[in-house]
């Protein structure tokens, strides 16, 4: 079934860009939606700085073709949250986007 933002009592974040990867009138799309309205959801930028060290990481390790820039977005703010003190925890099922995040830990 996926992940519910809504059952969860933690922070969420994700990126702008994200809208544009959610096919419209699925239950993940509602879900999202539900939990962007709800504020159980927040959209943020992430700052160039990290956008950049994600840059040279997925170069290093051969995945930068691969990411998109949205993937590259979400991992760029998970790594400036983790900065600030507030370590994430990235819901997803794509391989280069996992490798990424063992790489940055």
């Known amino acids: 079934m996926g ?13 702008p860009g994200i809208l544009k990867e959610l096919v419209p009138e ?7 939606n539900t ?6 959801i927040q959209l943020k930028t992430p700052t160039a700085k990290f956008l950049k060290i ?3 990481c997925s170069n290093v390790t051969g995945d930068s073709s691969v990411l998109s820039n949205v993937d590259k ?6 790594l ?8 994430p925890l990235i819901v997803s099922n794509d391989y280069a986007v996992q490798i ?3 790489s940055l830990v």
């Open 35 to 40: 939990a962007l309205k709800t504020g159980k």
């Open 3 to 15: 992940y519910n933002p809504l059952s969860v009592d933690k922070d969420h974040y994700t990126v």
């Open 80 to 87: 400036e949250l983790k900065m600030q003190g507030a370590p």
């Open 54 to 56: 994600i840059a040279e």
């Open 100 to 102: 990424q995040l063992i």
């Open 73 to 78: 977005q979400i991992l760029a703010l998970a």
């Open 26 to 32: 699925t239950l993940t799309w509602f879900r999202f």
